[in-house]
């Protein structure tokens, strides 16, 4: 079975395609995954593996392991474009997230103020306004759209509550406002008989209808890039993503970036 990516709290920094170097932050076990959706293409694998036995890594500890790497990193004299919330599962779930975003920033401030700092986040807590306020201090909001067909975003990424509906969480995002960049994965495949393909015009579509109402700053589209816990998901290439950016910022005027 596949498993979890990142078997530490603080890993990298990395060079993203998307965001630059960026030093990770998993507020995820480091030996488990905990997440809302439950993903065909997730990088950590499927939510069946199990939450592990390490646990949340608890406040004050995020906050001292993110000192001594900024730290160090600072008398070292590397650089550092962003400081990145991502990891083996939704970040946003963190009982203390608010407080890690505080204490966050606060780091930043003290050691790389230039430094942006951004949340990967799949949306589904946008009804906290813990949560919302928490997000609304950072710079960048990075949040998750694959589809806003209900039954494709059930089918792709198999919400864990089933009161989740695609209707509800575009309307979160568009009250969230116009701050946020919305990311969506475009691919297509199969998994336990249930086709999924959101290249289609019905899904480019519905796309471009939410994208009008949430107007966000940004759309980020991008396909499969490393191993998937679903084995029959195919990539969509860059051309293909390069023409449907094409289309959805003819329609909506929002720049879209492909990754
Ligand atoms: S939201 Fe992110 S972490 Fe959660 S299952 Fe999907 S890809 Fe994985």
Redesign the pocket.
């Given at each position: 079975m596949q498993t979890v990516l990142f078997h530490e709290t603080i890993f990298g920094p990395i060079h993203s395609r998307r965001l630059g170097t960026s030093l990770g932050v998993n507020l995820s076990p480091a030996d488990g995954?905990v997440?809302s959706?439950?993903?065909l293409?997730?990088?950590?694998g499927f939510?069946a593996q199990g939450p592990g036995k390490a646990g949340l890594p608890p406040r004050h500890e995020v906050k001292r392991l993110l000192e001594d790497k900024l730290r160090s990193m600072k008398q070292a004299g590397e650089p550092l474009d962003v400081i990145t919330f991502s990891g083996?599962?939704?970040p946003t779930m963190h009982p203390d997230f608010e407080g890690i975003i505080n204490d966050t920033l606060e780091l930043r401030d003290t050691y790389f103020p230039a430094v942006e700092v951004s949340v990967l986040s799949?949306s589904t807590r946008l009804d906290r306004p813990d949560v919302c306020a928490a997000l609304r201090r950072i710079d960048n909001n990075i949040l998750?759209l694959d589809s806003a067909v209900d039954a494709t975003i059930k089918i792709l990424?198999r919400p864990v509550n089933p009161a989740f509906t695609a209707e509800r969480v575009i309307g979160q995002l568009a009250d969230f406002g116009q701050q946020c960049i919305i990311q969506t994965m475009i691919l297509k495949g199969e998994y336990e008989g249930n086709k999924v393909d959101n290249t289609t015009d019905e899904e480019i579509d519905a796309l471009i209808a939410a994208y009008r109402r949430i107007k966000p700053r940004k759309v980020m589209l991008y396909s499969i890039d490393r191993r998937t816990p679903a084995t029959n998901l195919v990539k969509i290439d860059l051309e293909h993503l390069r023409s449907i950016a094409s289309r959805i910022n003819e329609a909506t005027g929002i720049h879209v970036q492909v990754n």
């Open positions: 995954k997440c959706f439950d993903c293409y997730c990088e950590a939510n083996n599962g939704e799949n998750k990424d």
